[in-house]
């Protein structure tokens, strides 16, 4: 399912009978302004609204098909519009870098999947995990890094802060 605008998501959940909550409307006006997939961490601290109301929102939106989720090598997973910012992900485990990669861009890997196994592959849920060409330029020698993302919060190859995911408008003092 594809919404271009919030007013469409909350139109279509209430068809089918879904009750728009505070806590789930903050969720979606949330999600819409990201930039980019975000954990329920960030949502949370975003927000100033529980974690397990966040997690328990998310959770329902999945179910009816609004919210999609993807996960980064051991990381929480980080949640998107369905149907929007429909990309896979390369994940470096030397830098925890992520990169967006257009889905077509790897239908060639798909492809070389199916013919040599028979196996229609997916990379929407699961990152391809491996070394950027950086760190693969450097020193094969030094042990992946042991930091840990802070909160979920994952550097994307865009290089803003991990937690710039969202837009904010413009306001007045």
Do not use: W
Request: hydrophobic content about 45%; overall charge negative.
């Amino acid at each position: 399912m594809h919404f271009a605008t919030i007013d469409q998501a909350i139109d279509a959940m209430r068809e089918r009978g879904l009750r728009l909550s505070t806590a789930r409307r903050l969720v979606l006006e949330a999600l819409f302004a990201a930039d980019r997939p975000v954990s329920a961490q960030q949502l949370a601290r975003e927000l100033a609204v529980d974690v397990t109301s966040v997690y328990r929102n998310l959770e329902l939106l999945e179910s009816f098909g609004v919210v999609r989720h993807v996960h980064l090598a051991h990381g929480a997973g980080l949640y998107l519009l369905a149907g929007r910012q429909e990309h896979e992900y390369l994940y470096c485990e030397r830098c925890e870098t992520v990169t967006p990669v257009a889905v077509e861009d790897l239908d060639p890997v798909r492809g070389l999947i199916k013919d040599r196994f028979g196996f229609n592959a997916r990379f929407t849920h699961f990152a391809i995990v491996g070394t950027c060409e950086r760190c693969a330029a450097r020193d094969h020698a030094t042990p992946p890094s042991d930091a840990a993302a802070v909160d979920g919060a994952v550097a994307f190859a865009d290089s803003r802060e991990p937690d710039s995911a969202f837009s904010r408008p413009a306001t007045s003092a």
